[in-house]
C-alpha cells in the first residue's frame, strides 16, 4: 500500500508571495490533518479536513487555509507568506469509521521544507 | 493553549542500557494519547495509540503505559539499539476538539551509542 505523499518536498519563496502544497493520503484514507513545525516548536495543528470538510481548526490565522477534493487528496495554501512561515509541513491521513476517527493513529507524509526569503 | 510536555528533552544512552522518558498531558477531558517514532528523514511513525487508564502497551522492546487521572504516560525501551534513535513524540487528544486534533509535545531526541 503506498504512504501518504507529499509535494513539493522543498520550496522556496519570497516574503508576500502565496503557496500551495499537496497532500495524497493512503488509498482508502478520508481524513487528512496538517500541522506544521517550527525549529524548538512541536508539530502544530493546521487543520483536519475529511468528506471535503474542514473539521477542526488549529490557531493559525486566516491566511493559512485549506481544502480537500473529492478523491481525499489535500492542499494547503498560504497566502502573504511571512519570514516565520518558514517550517516543515506534514500531512496526515487516517482511516475513519462511522463518520468519526475512533483512537485511528495518523499516518504521516515526508513533509514539505518551506523556506521564506 | 493545551500543555502537552515531554522530559528530557533529549537523552543519550549507551547501547544495551535500558530508558524511560515522560509525557505530561491535562488530566481533563482526555480522549487518547498517541505516540510516535521520527527518525531523522524520515516521517513520524505511530507506535502506540493509548486511550484507558492504566493501559500498558507493547510493541518488542519498546513499552508505554498510561496513567489518565495524573495526567502521564511513560515510554520504556528496553536494551537500547542504535536503531532506536530518533525522536520520541506524544501527542494529546483533548474530547473537546475530536479525535483527529493531536497536541503535540516537542519530544524526547533519543541517542544510542554503539
Known amino acids: 500500500k503506498a504512504g501518504v505523499t507529499q509535494t513539493p518536498r522543498y520550496l522556496i519563496k519570497t516574503r508576500g508571495q502565496q503557496v500551495t502544497l499537496s497532500c ?3 488509498s482508502g484514507h478520508r481524513s487528512v490533518s496538517w500541522y506544521q513545525q517550527t525549529p524548538g516548536q512541536g508539530l502544530q495543528f493546521l ?4 468528506s471535503e470538510t474542514q473539521r477542526n481548526k488549529g490557531n493559525f490565522p486566516g491566511r493559512f487555509s485549506g481544502r480537500q477534493f473529492s478523491n481525499s487528496r489535500s492542499e494547503m495554501n498560504v497566502s502573504t507568506l511571512e ?3 518558514s517550517a516543515l509541513y506534514l500531512c496526515a491521513s487516517s482511516l475513519v469509521t462511522s463518520g468519526r476517527s475512533v483512537y485511528n493513529e495518523q499516518f504521516f ?3 514539505t521544507r518551506l523556506t521564506v526569503l | 493553549i493545551l500543555n502537552v510536555e515531554q522530559s528530557p528533552q533529549s537523552l543519550h544512552v549507551q547501547e544495551g542500557d535500558s530508558t524511560n522518558f515522560t509525557c505530561s498531558f491535562p488530566s481533563s477531558n482526555f480522549y487518547a494519547l498517541h505516540w510516535y517514532r521520527w527518525e531523522t528523514a524520515k516521517s513520524p511513525e505511530a507506535l ?3 486511550t484507558l487508564n492504566g493501559d500498558e502497551k507493547k510493541k518488542g522492546r519498546i ?3 498510561l496513567n489518565t487521572k495524573e495526567g502521564y504516560s511513560y515510554l520504556y525501551i528496553k536494551g537500547s539499539q542504535p536503531e532506536d534513535s530518533a525522536t520520541y513524540l506524544c501527542a494529546f487528544i483533548r474530547v473537546q476538539t475530536g479525535a483527529n486534533n493531536l497536541f503535540f509535545g516537542t519530544g524526547t531526541r533519543l541517542t544510542v551509542i554503539p
Open chain 1, 83 to 85: 519570514l516565520g512561515d
Open chain 2, 48 to 50: 502506540f495509540v493509548m
Open chain 1, 109 to 111: 507524509g515526508p513533509g
Open chain 1, 47 to 50: 487543520f483536519e479536513y475529511f
Open chain 1, 24 to 26: 495524497s493520503p493512503i
Open chain 2, 63 to 65: 513499552s508505554a503505559t
